[in-house]
């Protein structure tokens, strides 16, 4: 089992950034990756970022260039530092893990960014 820790919504003004930590515990051994997803309400959840083991990236086509994915493997935290928000980001934020074949999710931590 791999319990995952979201931390770090919150609001902020359009423009603002903000940065997300998830800490993962329990049998951390052979995550194969991480990453971040966002669900809209009435929407299905969708890919923000992903980072392997290995340290590869990808970001959905509507955040690259403002949103960066990235990993302290001594802390087993990962990242998602966000900034030039938009009100479209808005939204929960689920941090994941894949540990084929089980994969985890976080509870959740809400974004939310004004006009």
């Known amino acids: 089992q791999v319990q995952l820790v979201e931390s770090g919504g919150g609001s902020v003004q359009a423009g603002g950034s903000l940065r997300l930590s998830c800490a993962a515990s329990?049998?951390?051994?052979?995550?194969?990756?991480m990453g971040w997803y966002r669900q809209a309400p009435g929407k299905e959840r969708e890919l923000v970022a992903i980072i392997t083991s290995g340290g590869s990236t990808n970001y959905a086509d509507s955040v690259k260039g403002r949103f960066t994915i990235s990993r302290d493997n001594a802390k087993n935290t990962v990242y998602l530092q966000m900034s030039s928000l938009k009100p479209a980001d808005s939204t929960l934020y689920y941090c994941?893990?894949?540990?084929?074949?089980?994969?985890?999710w976080g509870q959740g931590t809400q974004v939310t960014v004004s006009s």
């Open positions: 994941h893990a894949d540990q084929f074949p089980c994969d985890y």
């Open positions: 329990g049998s951390i051994f052979n995550i194969i990756h």
